[in-house]
């Protein structure tokens, strides 16, 4: 396979896991391992354009948001946006400093995929009962933020999994609901990471194939655009339970290749 189509590749695997309960952090990982590494900067170019698609598909929700600031339920919804990602971004500073970097081993990530799968069905089947609630509270907006700190030291967790999930068990059960405001609380929690983690790689800006960047980070956009929209759709009639089997399906997989 030819550098320009494995670039294409990794930008569609970065676009379609994103934002997908699956662990994109997990499946670049794999995909690295039989594609051949690529470069920390690379990574940040391709994330940053899937957290950029998210941004167009929200711009109207977020412009709404911002331009309406007088409204008590708007404002409220903001300062529970900034409070989860506050807590996310105490926590992801404090790992840093205390020396945390992810693995890159497969085990590890196939144990979370198949983890987190048998978590969603258990999630899934608890709040099926449950009344459907719609309300953003502070409970809500707290484990958000925990739950993107879980995702970030976990690889194979998948942050839009955890999020979620976590909205869900603590009372936000509409599924719509509940991925909004993961994804919303997303945007600036991975702009953030990538702005942090371009600092770090700033280095290797003489030495990179900007061709295969910008490749990269088209690719991802507009896959990650897709698979977003899609998604959207799909929770309005559907459950997670669909992704839960996937995360089992690949991480038993994953580790019979790799007894």
Do not use: C
């Not at 990471?193 to 507009?222: C, M, N, P, Q």
Request: aromatic share 12%; no cysteine; charged share 15%.
């Amino acid at each position: 396979m030819t550098d320009l189509w494995q670039t294409i590749v990794l930008g569609i695997v970065e676009g379609i896991t994103e934002f997908l309960p699956v662990s994109s952090t997990g499946h670049l990982l794999v995909a690295e391992h039989w594609l051949g590494q690529r470069s920390e900067l690379f990574n940040v170019a391709i994330q940053a354009g899937a957290i950029l698609a998210v941004f167009f598909i929200y711009w109207r929700r977020l412009l709404d948001l911002f331009t309406h600031v007088q409204d008590p339920q708007r404002r409220d919804y903001l300062a529970k946006l900034a409070g989860a990602f506050l807590i996310t971004a105490v926590g992801g500073f404090i790992a840093t400093q205390l020396g945390f970097r992810l693995p890159d081993a497969i085990r590890p990530i196939a144990v979370a995929l198949i983890v987190g799968g048998i978590a969603i069905l258990a999630i899934e089947r608890l709040i099926a009962s449950w009344p459907l609630r719609t309300e953003v509270t502070w409970k809500v907006a707290i484990w958000v933020g925990l739950a993107q700190i879980i995702a970030g030291t976990f690889p194979g967790t998948s942050r839009s999994a955890a999020t979620i999930f976590a909205a869900m068990l603590v009372g936000l059960t509409s599924r719509p609901a509940a991925t909004e405001f993961a994804f919303l609380v997303g945007i600036p929690t991975m702009f953030a990471a990538t702005g942090y983690e371009l600092l770090k790689t700033r280095h290797e800006a003489a030495v990179e194939d900007w061709t295969a960047l910008a490749v990269g980070f088209l690719v991802s956009g507009v896959v990650a655009f897709i698979a977003v929209k899609w998604l959207l759709r799909y929770i309005q009639s559907h459950r997670f339970t669909v992704f839960a089997w996937y995360r089992i399906a690949l991480g038993a997989a994953l580790l019979l290749a790799n007894l």
